[in-house]
């Protein structure tokens, strides 16, 4: 069960550490929300991986979903509204409290 907190802690800085990291791709739509879909992928498999996690995926399923073509057409949707970035640091937040809770 270490393994497994150790592992979901990562994701959940390394998700936010790279939250920044892409900011370069910032003025380019196309590529900012193939990363932002394949992130919300990555974080979707990690809640799913956790028990604790299970709740955040029934109350707000659209986040957590594993379909990748909805998290990328929801990104170019809202593109430079600031809404992506948001919706990605509530995922990692969301994972680091359930990690916490294990």
């Known amino acids: 069960m270490l393994w497994k907190k150790l592992t979901i802690a990562a994701l959940g800085a390394g998700f936010g550490a790279s939250l920044y990291a892409?900011?370069?791709?910032?003025?380019?739509?196309?590529?900012?929300?193939?990363?932002?879909?394949?992130?919300?992928?990555?974080?979707?498999?990690?809640?799913?991986a956790v028990w604790p996690c299970h709740h955040f995926i029934d109350e707000t399923p659209n986040r957590?979903?594993?379909?990748?073509?909805?998290?990328?057409?929801?990104?170019l949707s809202v593109f430079g509204s600031g809404a992506n970035a948001s919706e990605h640091q509530i995922r990692a937040e969301n994972l680091n409290q359930c990690v916490n809770r294990m």
Not at 22 to 44: G, K, M
Not at 64 to 75: K, M
Request: hydrophobic share 40%; proline share 3%.
């Open 22 to 48: 892409n900011s370069a791709l910032a003025d380019d739509p196309i590529h900012y929300c193939h990363w932002y879909a394949h992130t919300a992928i990555e974080q979707a498999h990690a809640a799913r």
């Open 64 to 75: 957590w979903t594993l379909d990748w073509g909805a998290h990328y057409d929801w990104c």
